[in-house]
């Protein structure tokens, strides 16, 4: 059975951090290119971030230059450090598992993160 399980999202001031973490089990963690997406209220899901196998990255341009994507494949966990938060990063994300040669995607339940006043 395959889960991926995000965490570190929560509360966060503008010009804040926050890491989120996503651990992966039931796949062969290296194999698989993982990924940060997010959904926005009254918005669709958008791409935020990916990591390729061989840890070859790309980023939204809204966020580049503000968060980092990177993986632990010893600890099969992938990782989103987002810094310099603003309101409009807030949203419900998501973790994003995909080996779309054999046609496979495996989503995590998302972590949400808000701005608080």
């Known amino acids: 059975q395959v889960q991926l399980v995000e965490s570190g999202g929560g509360l966060v001031q503008p010009g804040g951090s926050l890491r989120l973490s996503c651990a992966a089990s039931?796949?062969?963690?290296?194999?698989?290119?993982m990924g940060w997406y997010r959904q926005a209220p009254g918005k669709q899901r958008e791409l935020v971030a990916t990591i390729t196998s061989v840890k070859t990255t790309n980023y939204a341009g809204s966020v580049k230059g503000r968060f980092t994507i990177s993986r632990d494949n010893a600890k099969n966990t992938v990782y989103l450090q987002m810094n310099s938060l603003k309101p409009e990063d807030t949203a419900v994300y998501y973790c994003?598992?995909?080996?779309?040669?054999?046609?496979?995607?495996?989503w995590g339940q998302g972590t949400q993160v808000t701005f608080s006043s």
């Open positions: 039931g796949i062969i963690f290296s194999t698989y290119a």
């Open positions: 994003n598992a995909d080996r779309p040669t054999q046609g496979l995607s495996y």
